[in-house]
């Protein structure tokens, strides 16, 4: 399986963005999950969604503002971000995984993650 995103742009702050994955190619998911990283910064978790359930996760930092969902039949998760930040730049990736999570914190690790798309910037303008 491989994942593109797409979707990332420039965008004044309070503004929205729906980012998109794409899986192609042989495709097995237990959870889809999107992580970000800032320029100088480790990776970090944004949300998750249970492929087979549809229940979501999100970091503390975008609860509220960020919407995780996906669409099973197209192989496809979105990312909807409102009420963007300029803290909110970073490049966005989107992730699979494959096997049940090895524990409930596990879907915010990126080792947890087998399968990673290329990435799309979003930079946010203050």
């Known amino acids: 399986v491989q994942l593109q995103a797409s979707g990332g742009g420039l965008v004044q702050a309070g503004g929205s963005l729906t980012l998109s994955c794409i899986a192609s190619?042989?495709?097995?998911?237990?959870?889809m999950g999107w992580f970000r990283q800032a320029p100088g910064k480790e990776r970090v978790f944004v949300a998750a969604v249970m492929w087979s359930s549809g229940i979501t996760y999100y970091a503390d930092s975008v609860k509220g503002r960020f919407t995780i969902s996906r669409d099973n039949a197209k192989k496809m998760v979105y990312l909807r971000m409102d009420s963007l930040r300029p803290e909110d730049t970073a490049v966005y990736y989107c992730?699979?995984?494959?096997?049940?999570?090895?524990?409930?914190?596990?879907?915010?690790?990126?080792?947890?993650?087998?399968?990673w798309g290329q990435g799309t910037l979003v930079t946010v303008s203050s």
């Open positions: 992730a699979n995984r494959m096997r049940p999570w090895t524990s409930g914190l596990a879907k915010r690790l990126v080792s947890e993650y087998q399968v």
């Open positions: 190619g042989p495709f097995s998911s237990y959870g």
